[in-house]
């Protein structure tokens, strides 16, 4: 393993807190990475977190100048938006590479999100009190008709005030946003993002966000070329109720769809529940294509188990099997990092996480020869504290990692592993 180095961190960026990395290859061998750069504390939302990436062309030796490809607004912790867990996906054909994430407005995270989305036809909500306006042509209009309030692109407001910020008696609605930035140009400049709520997020659905790490473009079978990010979702405050699925793209990322949540035991009702108890939760995942086309999916839990569940998709994501728990693969309900790659005539799965039922440390990779359903060879990364990861196969034998290895949340290390020390 390359002695790690720090990527994010004060000295290179903005604030004193980084955290949940994801990184890329792109094709001409660019590594791609990138990060939540949090402002007033290293915890979740409420907080101000920008999207931030640095880039690097010699394989992760240098890294290039950091660059913020989301940029949100705040003058503190409860008075910021925030774009918080980037799931990237690099798709060789359009040389693009895609970053999902979830976006809230001030004062709202993961436990207070409001049910359904906050738009309505493309149209940004408002609230005021009880009264509900929408943002359109840069106006806010309220029941159709403007009311002579301007709002510009960033939610400012003409009669003062921010709409994202709780500046204002004018207040974006109060709920999480899917949403999708791209780039061209290897990472050195970000588009416009979309929100993907309208295509994706049902009525049902409170918080809403990214895998996190990484999405993949499907290779064989069927379903090729697809484009395929997971993501999960609450169905309520508290209990929140969460439960991951998989969204799609069959048109280069243009429009998106959304499947079924693996279906579990003790879940009601089983196809579309809507009581999920604790311990039955499933969150944070990441997906994988299996040489067949079919996708395995590995996701974080809340069973005291304290194993990875495991279930396959034979249609491009839309269903899954019944989940399993992987003996090889312990958690202390932490993400975990999953990528596929061949190597030297094989198909192997490597994983990342937290190996330890007690709490996030132990940092360890993991190789499955078997489609996932043991991992038998390990290395050990670091056996002090763990927590968030991605990975990507650079296609030398070699694995690209990004993690954390410090609950202050105060830098991301990269490092490089060879398949070889793995599976030794």
């Known amino acids: 393993m390359r002695t790690p180095i720090i990527i994010f961190d004060k000295s290179s960026g903005n604030a004193d807190n980084y955290r ?23 915890r979740d939302n409420p907080n101000r977190i920008d999207k931030v990436v640095r880039t690097s062309d010699d394989g992760g030796i240098t890294w290039n100048k950091q660059v913020t490809a989301v940029k949100t607004i705040g003058e503190d912790k409860m008075h910021s ?36 989305s906050g738009l309505r036809g493309g149209k940004q909500r408002v609230v005021k009190g009880i009264c509900n306006y929408h943002v359109v042509n840069g106006e806010l209009t309220h029941k159709g008709k403007p009311i002579g309030v301007q709002v510009d692109e960033e939610g400012n407001l003409s009669c003062g005030g921010n709409i994202f910020t709780a500046s204002s008696p004018y207040k974006a609605y ?13 990472g050195d ?9 309208d295509m994706v997020k049902s009525n049902r659905m409170h918080f809403i966000g990214s895998g996190p790490a990484n999405g993949i473009k499907l290779k064989n079978g069927k379903y090729s070329g697809r484009l395929v990010f997971p993501v999960y979702y ?16 069959d048109d280069g990322g243009k429009t998106w769809s959304i499947g079924q949540t693996p279906p579990i035991k003790g879940r009601f009702p089983k196809k579309s529940p809507w009581i999920i108890p604790d311990p039955l939760m499933t969150t944070e995942s990441q ?13 974080r839990n809340h069973n005291k188990k304290r194993r990875i569940m495991r279930a396959i998709s034979k249609d491009g994501g839309a269903t899954w099997s019944y989940p399993e728990f992987i003996e090889d693969l312990p958690h202390c309900i932490c993400q975990i990092t999953a990528i596929g790659f061949e190597y ?20 360890v990779i993991k190789i499955s020869k078997d489609l996932g359903k043991t991992f038998p060879y390990s290395l050990t990364i670091t056996e002090g504290e763990f927590v968030y990861s991605s990975a990507v196969y650079m ?19 990269f490092t490089v592993i060879n398949v070889n020390e793995i599976l030794k």
Not at 20 to 36: E, H, N, Q, W, Y
Not at 189 to 197: A, G, Q, Y
Not at 234 to 249: D, E, F, Q, R, V
Request: net charge negative; with cysteine.
């Open 344 to 363: 030297e005539g094989e198909f192997l799965i490597a994983c990342v996480n937290a190996s330890s039922t007690k709490k996030r440390e132990h940092g």
């Open 287 to 299: 997906i994988v294509e299996l040489p067949n086309g079919d996708l395995a999916v590995f996701m």
């Open 395 to 413: 296609g030398n034998g070699e694995i690209a990692l990004v993690y954390e290895d410090n609950t202050q949340h105060e830098d991301i290390k």
């Open 20 to 42: 949940i990395p994801s990184i890329v290859a792109t094709s001409s061998g660019r590594l791609v990475a990138s990060a939540d750069e949090r402002y007033f504390t290293g």
């Open 81 to 116: 938006s925030a774009a918080i867990d980037p799931a990237t996906l690099y798709d060789d054909e359009q040389n693009v590479i895609f970053m999902l994430y979830s976006y809230t407005p001030a004062g709202i995270g993961i436990l207070n999100c409001n049910a359904g």
């Open 234 to 249: 609450g169905l309520g405050k508290l209990p929140m109720s969460l439960t991951c699925a998989a969204i799609w793209s």
């Open 189 to 197: 400049s970000w588009t416009k993002p979309v929100c993907l709520d």
């Open 174 to 186: 109060g709920t999480s946003y899917l949403m999708l930035t791209t780039s061209s140009d290897g």
